[in-house]
């Protein structure tokens, strides 16, 4: 039984600022790649941004220079520093992590149920 849940989305102005969380938790051994994604109604699910267990960083070419990408491994938690954000930037923010179970052997994907961010004046 694993869980992500995704916190830190809300409503800002162009140009603000939010910071997303995302905490796994359950029987879990260890958490591989943790990432980033955001959909809005009629479009796919896009890449945001990704962070290897030992810290290597990538990002989708839109994120580049305005979001961060972070990992806690001893809270088993992800976050996604969002500056300069603007409306294209409204979407649900998904997290996915690669995680091995306690007794397992194999990282699976899960997924988070999303957080809202809404950038409007």
């Known amino acids: 039984q694993v869980q992500l849940v995704e916190s830190g989305g809300g409503l800002v102005q162009p140009g603000g600022s939010l910071r997303l969380s995302c905490a796994a938790s359950?029987?879990?051994?260890?958490?591989?790649?943790m990432t980033w994604y955001r959909q809005t109604p009629g479009k796919q699910r896009e890449f945001v941004a990704g962070v290897t267990r030992l810290g290597t960083t990538y990002y989708a070419n839109s994120a580049k220079g305005r979001f961060t990408i972070s990992r806690d491994n001893t809270k088993n938690t992800v976050y996604l520093q969002m500056n300069s954000l603007q409306p294209e930037d409204t979407a649900v923010y998904y997290c996915?992590?690669?995680?091995?179970?306690?007794?397992?052997?194999?990282?699976?994907?899960?997924w988070g149920q999303g957080t809202q961010v809404t950038v409007s004046s």
């Open positions: 996915k992590a690669q995680i091995v179970q306690v007794g397992g052997a194999d990282r699976d994907p899960y």
């Open positions: 359950g029987s879990i051994l260890s958490i591989g790649d």
